[in-house]
T-cell receptor
Framework: GAGVSQTPSNKVTEKGKYVELRCDPISGHTALYWYRQSLGQGPEFLIYFQGTGAADDSGLPNDRFFAVRPEGSVSTLKIQRTERGDSAVYLC????????????????FGEGSRLTVL | DAKTTQPNSMESNEEEPVHLPCNHSTISGTDYIHWYRQLPSQGPEYVIHGLTSNVNNRMASLAIAEDRKSSTLILHRATLRDAAVYYCILRDDSSYKLIFGSGTRLLVRP
């Protein structure tokens, strides 16, 4: 379909391993967001891209987390030395134009990647 | 961004209207009010947004109090598919991100 696509849908890994999560935004959407959602909680902001650059990475919990968007389309969230506390659903969202001022374009979310760290 | 307060959960009967409240007493004049909902095992989806005036779309209506310190999302006829967590979010017009709270879990009884 034409929605936001996230892969893998499920990932089980062992503590200490490296993980990559991929997001394919809707074609033509310049703004891309990553969120993390723990069980019973609302989504927590991680990072925002406008084009290729990370305009705001203030939500990344520590330096084990990193995200890239080299060509301004697909984005990859990378987690090094995974810990059990990293287990969550990682959500990606995109929008055609950045939310700013009166431009309140809706965010389109993918179904998420469920990460389980054993 | 200013904070919102929502009930943890609400229940409704199918085909009846549902009024989901949201308090935002510290709202500023430049804060937009957004509503998103999240169905089970899915990402959040946009419902509606507004600034000062009431808004209607095909999904719902948004009623904003005159002092803007509260708002209500109205589903005119609840269906079983409307069972979801509903998030009320304030976004300052200088901000480009949405900060989610815990939302209201809506249960719809057949």
């Amino acid at each position: 379909g034409a929605g936001v696509s996230q892969t893998p849908s499920n990932k089980v890994t062992e503590k200490g391993k490296y993980v990559e999560l991929r997001c394919d935004p809707i074609s033509g959407h310049t703004a891309l967001y990553w969120y993390r959602q723990s069980l019973g909680q609302g989504p927590e902001f991680l990072i925002y891209f406008q084009g290729t650059g990370a305009a705001d990475d203030s939500g990344l919990p520590n330096d084990r987390f990193f995200a890239v968007r080299p060509e301004g389309s697909v984005s990859t969230l990378k987690i090094q030395r995974t810990e059990r506390g990293d287990s969550a659903v990682y959500l990606c969202a995109s929008t055609k134009n950045p939310l700013s001022g009166s431009n309140t374009g809706e965010l389109f979310f993918g179904e998420g990647s469920r990460l389980t760290v054993l | 961004d200013a904070k919102t307060t929502q009930p943890n959960s609400m229940e409704s009967n199918e085909e009846e209207p549902v009024h989901l409240p949201c308090n935002h007493s510290t709202i500023s004049g430049t804060d937009y009010i957004h509503w998103y909902r999240q169905l089970p095992s899915q990402g959040p989806e946009y419902v509606i947004h507004g600034l000062t005036s009431n808004v209607n779309n095909r999904m719902a209506s948004l009623a904003i109090a005159e002092d803007r310190k509260s708002s209500t999302l109205i589903l005119h006829r609840a269906t079983l598919r409307d069972a979801a967590v509903y998030y009320c979010i304030l976004r300052d017009d200088s901000s480009y991100k949405l900060i989610f709270g815990s939302g209201t879990r809506l249960l719809v009884r057949p």
